[in-house]
């Protein structure tokens, strides 16, 4: 190894960002946020900085493509150049292609797409910053934005990663984390069905391990659900309000 | 049998909204013993049905729907029409009044041309065919003027509002001619401009505002500021 | 973009029939659940390359050959040899194969068996540096899919492995500035035996190594790679479908159960003759 590794967790248990082992960083989501895209959502968690937009259901490009009982999804995860340390050049990479195909078959796994044959529904996810666990993030701003389409959907995904740092399991590695770290494990999860969409691992896990950071990456899938209902329902609910709240003040002045 | 969502209730994809022998209507489904939201919207109990209003969604062709659309190609013996559905429309040749005769036949663009805006309605459709379209019948045909707003489909029910009435309070208050398609395409043509231009205004808050209280106030509010 | 594939069409009557024979604990091979089918394993095939490995598994061909070279090291480890895995399905593998630049597909299956190799560190990558910052020893992993009848992640994963075990390699040193390359031959240092095991869901059963007719029905496969000591060191899900967190686990347990049968299996097709 060549830059001087340097401790992961201290000696009170704290990460180097201060967080404890089973904490989230801090997420922040938003929901339609562009205007062109059939429904879009925006995601910060820890430094990711993610965009998810849907297009469609629509016509079908090129034809061939199409499947006669359902629509194909279509599913792009791509970075953008400035998005990490070392520039990253915009073609897209063996790893983007990857990430692509897997993460179109975690929200895919949601989507009830029997209802619109013939269709094609376009899924977006541009990394603007990348911070480690970026394709969870980013399946949980996709997931959001098909709802936000109005794309009908069994539930919404929501996704996280787990880590194993200095022979500990943690809940959503940092950048840090991910590069020093001795395990990655990405998980995609639906709450209500209790099935998992996403699953990838790379490191080294004993078996226990690997049980106990299933369990904590599924908890935090939960957490993360509620997160994106709250944050689609906002989008509608604020609105509501401020059109009543003018209804209302307008009815006091009449 | 319990239920758990409220009627107009916002509801998000995933939400439960009954337990129980309940009809999962549109934009629910059944899993188990329980019905579940598929779609963001209000949630609805009629009768012994559970359904979701959508507040988003794309235009699924019906049969009869009445549609206003875009020519974007020609073919031998027909045209394809855009009508804001992922669904591409055919006008086929035998659908346009037979009046046009065996001139017509020879050169499609006397009827229609690349980017007319036509009225028609849905004769057919389903599962694996695009929508068939035809201008045979009264109000059908080439539009020549208006101005031409687009809304989303979701929102064209209370565009028309209950017995047409929001509908008609637009076009008493503002004077316009306003069709609407329910494609979520409206044509609206008025003596001035600026009728017009608060016509549009108002659809547009419609849209945001659909599934909000006190809308048909508000929207009478607009007229009165607008128009006086 | 990835998207979704078009499958070829299989009728409704094959797919109800592999269901059927699942329900009742049979596979349309006559095979058990967590069954594998028959495993042959050649290697040294091709002189020109440092190492060589022809895998059947079943109907399936995978070929895989190592090619070792003296190279830079990347940047950001130049104590490192550089390990770097490519797989080609190629075209006259299967009818829906075509020629071109790597599919989705391919690209997965690449990367899955590199991360089984990589993370199990089954190859030494220190000691493969001749000059640090300077000289390294590159080791090129090539999986030729050759004939596709299902499952074709764990036989390119088993013929990788084998390739890696028989590869012999030159010697490098520094002779000042220099490097020399020796003319006797050394075995590749291979430290650990990753074995990738991939589960396939149908209709609810779990089964071992899927043919392609089972690919063709199965909602979704888990493959676990493991190392000699257990310890996983590589997953990924596939396909449309969805696992309970059971059934996760319980995948996991066979992989790591099956993958030492396997991990036997190549030794004795590998040892040193």
Redesign the interface.
């Given at each position: 190894m060549n830059e001087a590794e340097i401790n992961l967790i201290d000696e009170n248990g704290l990460r180097v960002d201060g967080r404890r082992l089973d904490e989230l960083r801090p997420i922040k989501m938003e929901v339609g946020v562009l205007d062109k895209a059939d429904g879009s959502a925006y995601i910060e968690q820890g430094k990711n900085r993610i965009i998810a937009a849907v297009y469609g259901p629509r016509e079908a490009h090129p034809k061939h493509i199409a499947l006669a009982d359902r629509a194909v999804i279509k599913c792009r995860y791509h970075m953008a150049p400035f998005s990490v340390e070392e520039r990253k050049s915009p073609a897209p990479s063996r790893r983007e292609l990857e990430l692509s195909k897997v993460t179109r078959e975690a929200l895919e796994a949601s989507v009830m797409s029997e209802v619109y044959p013939r269709t094609s529904i376009d899924i977006f996810i541009e990394i603007l910053q990348s911070d480690g666990g970026s394709r969870c993030a980013g399946i949980t701003a996709a997931s959001l934005a098909l709802a936000d389409a109005g794309v009908p959907l069994k539930e919404i995904v929501a996704a996280c990663a787990v880590c194993k740092i200095d022979g500990k399991i943690a809940l959503d590695p940092s950048d840090i984390e991910d590069k020093q770290g001795d395990a990655d494990l990405p998980i995609a999860f639906m709450s209500k069905a209790g099935t998992i969409t996403l699953l990838q691992m790379d490191g080294s896990l004993t078996e226990d391990e690997f049980n106990q950071a299933l369990d904590m990456g599924i908890a935090a899938c939960r957490k993360i659900n509620d997160l994106q209902v709250e944050a689609l329902k906002r989008k509608y609910i604020s609105v509501k309000e401020q059109a009543e709240e003018r209804h209302e003040s307008q009815e006091a002045t009449a | 049998m319990t239920i758990f969502a409220e009627k107009k209730q916002l509801v998000a994809p995933g939400e439960v909204l009954a337990e129980g022998s309940y009809f999962p209507g549109e934009n629910t489904y059944r899993e188990g013993n329980k019905v579940y939201a598929s779609r963001i919207g209000l949630a609805e109990l009629v009768a012994n049905k559970l359904m979701v209003v959508p507040l988003k969604g794309c235009y699924v062709p019906r049969v009869d729907d009445f549609v206003i659309g875009r020519v974007v190609d020609m073919a031998m013996s027909g045209w394809t029409v855009d009508i804001s559905s992922p669904y591409p429309a055919l006008l086929p040749l035998s659908e346009t009044p037979a009046s046009r005769g065996m001139a017509a036949r020879k050169d499609l663009t006397r009827i229609f041309n690349i980017g007319d805006l036509v009225m028609a309605e849905v004769i057919a459709f389903d599962r694996t065919r695009d929508p068939l379209l035809t201008v045979r019948g009264r109000g059908l045909g080439k539009v020549s003027s208006g101005r031409v707003v687009h809304i989303s489909p979701a929102k064209i029910p209370r565009l028309i509002g209950r017995k047409g009435s929001m509908i008609s309070l637009l076009k008493k208050a503002t004077g316009c001619d306003i069709i609407v398609g329910q494609n979520g395409t409206v044509l609206v043509s008025g003596r001035q401009p600026k009728n017009e231009q608060v016509a549009a205004a108002a659809m547009y808050m419609i849209e945001r505002e659909a599934h909000t209280r006190g809308l048909t106030d508000r929207v009478s509010e607009l007229m009165n500021k607008e128009l006086r | 973009?990835?998207?979704?594939p078009?499958l070829p069409p299989i009728g409704k009557i094959e797919q109800r029939g592999v269901i059927d024979l699942l329900a009742k604990g049979r596979r349309i091979d006559e095979r058990k659940l967590a069954d594998y089918r028959e495993l042959k394993i050649e290697t040294d095939l091709v002189q020109k390359a440092n190492g060589s490995a022809m895998v059947n598994l079943g109907k399936t061909k995978v070929m895989t050959g190592i090619k070792i070279e003296l190279g830079n090291p990347f940047p950001?480890?130049?104590?490192q040899g550089v390990l770097t895995v490519n797989a080609e399905l190629v075209p006259f593998a299967s009818p829906g194969f075509e020629p071109g630049p790597?599919s989705?597909g391919a690209?997965?299956l690449?990367?899955v068996v590199d991360?089984g190799i990589?993370?199990?560190k089954a190859i030494g990558l220190e000691a493969l540096c001749v000059k640090p910052k300077k000289h390294v020893a590159i080791v090129f992993v090539d999986v030729y899919v050759l004939d596709h009848d299902g499952n074709l992640i764990d036989a390119s994963a088993i013929s990788a492995l084998a390739a890696l075990l028989t590869s012999k390699m030159r010697r490098y040193e520094m002779e000042g500035e220099e490097v020399r390359t020796s003319d006797d031959l050394v075995p590749l240092p291979v430290q650990n035996e990753p074995v990738a095991i991939t589960t396939a869901k149908i209709d609810g059963h779990m089964i071992l190594d899927p043919s392609l007719d089972e690919e063709l029905v199965m909602s979704?496969r888990?493959t676990v790679t493991t190392?000699r000591d257990?310890?996983?060191?590589?997953?990924?899900?596939?396909?449309?479908?969805?696992?309970?967190?059971q059934e996760?686990?319980q995948a996991?347990?066979t992989a790591?159960e099956k993958g030492k049968e396997i991990r036997e299996t190549i030794r004795g097709a590998t040892a040193a003759r």
């Open positions: - | - | 973009m990835s998207t979704t078009q950001d480890t130049p104590n790597p989705e690209i997965e690449a990367r991360r990589r993370e199990s979704s888990l190392g257990g310890n996983i060191c590589a997953m990924q899900k596939g396909g449309l479908g969805t696992f309970t967190d996760v686990r996991v347990k790591i």
